[in-house]
């Protein structure tokens, strides 16, 4: 019998120095654990890369994936499919865009380029201008690359050559635009984009493109942002595009984050990945509005995928789509959100190292670690990742941790379901091994638990 090589000497891994590369195996995993090949169940408080919401080995899930599979794996798009139009229903009505269309992709980034073609083509710019913030992310391939603001990749991305401009970002903690509020920070954050908007000429630009809330990036931007960018391109007839990628299915406390400003908040088009299918199987979508959708009815959609609306990937669809509504996990993820932030500002309280904690709307939630709080240094220059911090992640695992970085940052994206009791216990690891790696904090009341 052959010997099977290690996956190190076989596989490019993303986002990693391939000589680094060590990480275990992954055999299984139930709700918000998973289990390596060792044995070992591993809490995993990052949903794997902020996509797991409905935790590992959804059964709803599983089983519909399993029931298509005997039914029909694949159609072509040029088909129908029974589960492709009954997600595109689904999501519809969720989003509440009566009249509208949904394309399928799938993942993220190819979402987002698909929404920049299809608001270029809506508007009858088929180069127009597209302006998205520094500091985001909007996917790995090279249109998404130019579209994201994102300096691992800014040497390789051409945003000019897109037709991209990248407006500086709400980032309250560190306002670009001097401001002193959080809700000034994310009026100024709008306003620059509409002198962007007047600067290309508003009938050069197609549409703004940006993260609603939770983002890779992890800036969560004040309340006051989107509704302030929705006035500035209602005003100036600019196209706007919700890359709620992350931050749909729950990540911030409602289906898509830009319902928490009601109609005040309602993009034109949405691009969903991630959580759709909870990461089950791989699927994005764009939803267009039905003026979008209008706009192309009678056109030729000079676009396409092999595998858009796989009949498999949007089964999984559907089902995550009822396993969010009937286990009520929206509100779950709404509810425990602000207990989640109260810990993390508890542990903010016993260590110096925390100088901002964010988020909270749902379960997604980012620490921000700093040299000094005074001066706000950054732990270590971005995006590059602190030795402490990355030994820090080595303990949580070996704790039976799994914790979510970039950057000076930690991110917090549980799984929906993931139990009270192990959030709490989640903290606590997270809680001593701050002291351990960055100085002794006062001893903890109770350990770092009461998240929920
Ligand atoms: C906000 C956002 N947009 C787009 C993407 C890209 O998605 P994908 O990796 O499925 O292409 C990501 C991935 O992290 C994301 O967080």
């Known amino acids: 019998m052959t010997t099977r090589r290690p996956e190190r000497e076989t596989v490019l891994h993303s986002w990693t120095v391939q000589a680094r590369w060590d990480a275990p195996t992954v055999v299984g995993g139930e709700g918000a654990h998973f289990v390596t090949a060792d044995g070992r169940r591993v809490l995993d408080l990052s949903s794997q890369s902020e996509c797991c919401n409905l935790g590992h080995q959804h ?5 519909a994936i399993k029931a298509q599979a005997d039914r029909l794996c694949y159609i072509a798009n040029a088909w129908g499919a029974e589960p492709r139009a009954h997600l595109a229903e689904l999501l519809l009505e969720r989003a509440g865009f009566a009249g509208g269309r949904v394309f399928f992709t799938l993942g993220g980034a190819d979402a987002n380029e698909h929404a920049v073609k299809f608001a270029r083509q809506a508007r009858g710019r088929p180069r127009g201008t597209i302006i998205t913030k520094d500091r985001s992310y909007h996917g790995a391939s090279y249109a998404a690359m130019a579209l994201s603001g994102d300096t691992r990749t800014r040497a390789a991305a051409d ?3 897109h037709g991209v401009v990248h407006a500086l970002p709400p980032y309250a903690y560190r306002c670009p635009f001097g401001t002193t509020s ?3 920070c994310g009026e100024a954050a709008a306003a620059h984009v509409g002198e962007l ?3 290309a000429g508003p009938h050069e630009v ?6 609603v809330d939770a983002g890779t990036n992890g800036i969560v931007p004040p309340d006051s942002w989107w509704p302030a960018l929705r006035r500035v391109t209602r005003d100036t007839g600019t196209l706007l595009i919700a890359d709620e990628v992350m931050s749909g299915f729950g990540r911030c406390g409602e289906w898509f984050a830009w319902q928490r400003h009601g109609e005040a908040g309602r993009p034109d088009l949405m691009t969903l990945a991630k959580g759709l299918t909870g990461a089950h199987l791989p699927l994005g979508a764009v939803v267009l509005s039905a ?7 009678h056109e030729m959609l000079a676009t396409g995928l092999t595998y858009c609306g796989h009949p498999l990937a949007c089964a999984a669809g559907v089902a995550a789509v009822e396993a969010y509504a ?7 993820s709404r509810a425990l959100g602000r207990p989640l932030l109260d810990a993390l500002r508890q542990l903010q309280t016993r260590h110096p190292v925390i100088g901002d904690v964010r988020g909270g709307s749902g379960l997604f939630a980012v620490l921000e670690l700093v040299r000094d709080r005074a001066t706000r240094e950054p732990l270590a220059p971005w995006p590059d990742a602190p030795a402490p911090l990355t030994a820090l992640v080595r303990d949580a695992l070996a704790e039976g941790v799994s914790l979510a970085t970039r950057g000076h940052l930690i991110l917090l994206a549980p799984p929906l379901v993931i139990g009270e009791q192990d959030l709490a ?7 001593r091994l701050l002291a351990r790696h960055f100085g002794a904090a006062p001893a903890a009341q109770g350990s770092g638990g009461g998240a929920a």
């Open 291 to 297: 003026e979008v959708a209008g706009a192309l009815e």
């Open 326 to 332: 009937d286990e009520g996990l929206i509100a779950r």
């Open 425 to 431: 216990d989640g903290l606590a690891v997270l809680d």
């Open 206 to 211: 197609a549409a703004v493109l940006m993260e």
């Open 182 to 184: 959080d809700t000034a």
């Open 159 to 161: 945003p000019v050559a």
């Open 197 to 199: 908007i007047a600067r």
């Open 59 to 63: 059964p709803r899930v599983v089983a």
